[in-house]
């Protein structure tokens, strides 16, 4: 009667090398995702880097071209028109 409206929390007793090698199989799992994550992110990483190479790689050799096109003709205008 004392019971009645209260909410039992379930008590589960396990045995404890049990336990211990299912510790030991989910590191084992934990290791794996890791591992995959890694290799995930540095690929990611290593294609992003590859993309923004290449961007600021043009954009210095426009910076260069115009540099060189200024500076070697800067008062001869005609010849590069």
């Known amino acids: 009667m004392a ?3 209260k909410q ?3 008590v589960a007793v396990v045995d404890k090398d049990q336990f211990n090698e299912i510790m030991a199989r989910l590191d084992k799992i934990d290791e ?3 591992f995959y994550s890694g290799e995930k992110f540095l690929r990611a990483g290593k294609s992003v880097g590859r993309d923004l190479g290449v ?3 043009a954009c210095a050799g426009l910076i260069m071209i115009l540099a060189y096109i200024l500076f070697v003709y800067a ?4 010849r590069v028109i």
Do not use: D, L, R
């Open 32 to 34: 794996k995702i890791e």
């Open 8 to 10: 039992a929390v379930p």
């Open 75 to 78: 008062g001869h205008w005609t």
């Open 3 to 5: 019971n009645e409206g």
């Open 55 to 57: 961007a600021y790689g």
